[in-house]
């Protein structure tokens, strides 16, 4: 599986970006997929995630900000991100847990000026 994320650029804090994930073949909607993001000299942290379109999970940080999709008929995974603010900084990576091997798109770069 090839994930492909896009969707990053450069926003003013408060602004709004909403990032993709296109897999690049057919994904069961029971798999796990998710967002990361890693700042620059942090770890890579969980942003969110969800299994069959349903039940999400967020980091405390984004939470009531961040919004994670899938549109199965699509295979792609989204993120919408409101309300950013300059900690939300980082590279955006996103995940799909296929027959317990992980996946991982290459990422895309979120800059969320002051």
């Known amino acids: 599986v090839q994930l492909q994320a896009s969707g990053g650029g450069l926003v003013q804090a408060g602004g709004s970006l909403r990032l993709s994930c296109a897999a690049s073949r057919t994904i069961h909607s029971s798999v796990v997929m998710g967002w990361y993001r890693q700042a620059p000299g942090k770890q890579r942290e969980f942003v969110a995630s969800?299994?069959?379109?349903?039940?999400?999970n967020y980091a405390d940080s984004v939470q009531g900000r961040f919004t994670i999709s899938r549109d199965n008929a699509k295979n792609t995974l989204y993120l919408q991100m409101n309300s950013l603010k300059p900690d939300d900084t980082a590279v955006y990576y996103c995940?799909?847990?296929?027959?317990?091997?992980?996946?991982w798109g290459q990422g895309t770069l979120v800059t969320v000026s002051s």
């Open positions: 995940k799909a847990n296929v027959q317990s091997v992980e996946y």
């Open positions: 969800m299994r069959s379109g349903r039940d999400p």
